[in-house]
């Protein structure tokens, strides 16, 4: 089967690509004297969470319960799931550790005293590590507030509750507005962790690990030592916003989406059958992205983007493309394009296809798709 | 069952201000003369689509096969697609019209021409209708193009085509900046329709339909003699930029998501479950609308939205909100949550709730989920 078999819009994974993507995380991951936990919230696939653990990740990530049940179905046998699970969940929880080895995170001190209430009433015991702000000011600690340390040491102390470490995502990278700016989110993540870890350690609470996320900065993250896992999950695929903050080159891009022309209205307007139900609203990120909703490549076989094709404006199933140059595309020829944001892409479809080249190897189902809960 | 005892987040649909929904616009469509056809992309649901028919549309609407395919096999006789449709897909197509009445449309000579010869081909023939740009500026002919009126004829004498009229969509009306900016986008709707028909039926081309949508100029377009049929979507469910445009009332909203507090990690911060993962990034449109990735109510009994909360952010899983004033949720509370956008969040999940206030009162799978072929 060939690319051009399939009908459209699909989603189109480069598998060589995509090992090339994992091959040098890990190798990344092992220089730094780190482990590798990729996020699969990326793929939600158990096929590329294998190929991850086969090449030496310690066991993946996943963001919700929904998903850590479709990959530990699958075998994966060491989850941890950054996100503040609620004690609501106790039940589905020791479920999936009958499975798995799991952990989660803590920010909050009513959230840690329901957990170790649960975990004591299931006669269990699980792993979390304390989630850090490190300038995303999403969830987390304040590693400034004074009762930081005492929080800490309260979740080591709490009965049912086993203290894995410092965990931090510094998805505020993602709006970094240069190169150094970028660097800077490395470092600051790594000394605002690694000095509440030594606070920590003073008074006397063991801090056995500090777990760092994020696919833009982990190129600056890996200079830092001190820190022991790093939970990159874009980098697997790559798209338009990792291009745009230097952190994969285009040809790293595995995951691409084929569309056709549907209608050539005017001449300078292109339309083609993606969507924002195939490539989402996000907007793209990064010092060096240009505007649009996805990067056109001309031609199923073109490497490099036409810059003169731009996707103004996405309806659910169409995307409105302003051509500032000649164009002779036609109702019925087929393009490539690069999405702003890889991971909502998997998402909304129930399958990609694995391809080389021009040719479809096998439809992979996105097994984890939609799982919110 | 409760709306308490499901994992959040969920989708909730509350079947009393669907069904109001429903009848207020068929009552509308009636009095104006106008057959009504929902465009079933908003619920994705054959349940739905039984209820707009039983109450008085004529069939529905869908973008892609893949959607139509799922509405004929639940028994929906008579679907529309509003879609340049490819002769590519003139297999499915033929399929699909042995189970149901299926019309589409076309804007291309060179598209037109393909469908005809494809009909030919299969022995067969559809009716189509011919987009026009009303000024939205996606697909559609331009009705001033000298050329409009012979291409309306070439489609209607196209063996294998039967021609059943005109066909727009006003979505540039999501854009208007007034109350009268938007009554004009159906003014000037109906005008470019009606003359444009007029020059048709001069040059001896008869048009049988003029079938217009859009929600937002739903309730202005009523007015205008001439249109003989509708096709809104979002009204069905309502949402906060149907809400902005003032073509729904903050009560006549049915699809909200059901969210649980899972962080507070600052006093003006509080960390919802629902990300773009189930809202969407979808921006809030109308000229009443507020920022923000949807809008809150404090509690699920609340009946008005709290104004002193503003999610400020989506990221896949969480949603950062911003209070404004005191705030006294803590994790584990539960809170209800409008949309921005009613078709995409339906769009992402495989199941919606009906409900009846607290009640929950059947789990609805959305059965037209992600067919984006």
Redesign the interface.
Known sequence: VRITDL????VAIERRRVLNNIDRMQAAAAAAGRTLRPHA?THKSPLIARWQITRGAIGVCC??LGEAEVFAEAGVADIRLP???????AGRLTALMDKARVSFIV??P??AR?WSDAMVRAGRSVEVLVKV?VGF??????AEDPGAVEFIRSVAESPGLKLAGLLSHA?HSYGAASEEALAQTACDEASTLLGLADRCRTAGVEIPEISVGTTPNARFSVRHRGVTEMRPGAYVYGDRTQVGLGAAALDDCALTVIA?V?????PD?V?LD?G???L????ARGFRAAPGYGAIFRDLEATDLDSSLTIE?L????A?VRATGPCSL???ERVRVLPNHC??VS????EVHLVDGLEVLQAMPVAAR?R??
Do not use: M
């Open positions: 009908e459209t819009p699909f919230k963001a919700k996100y503040p699970l609620q004690p609501s969940n920010d909050h009513a959230v329901g702000d000011h999403r969830c987390g600690v304040d998805g056709t549907v209608s050539r209205p005017a307007r339309i993606c924002s139900k195939t989402s609203s996000d907007a404006r309806s659910e199933e169409h409105t036609r109702p019925g991971c909502v998402n909304l479809v129930d939609g919110i809960t």
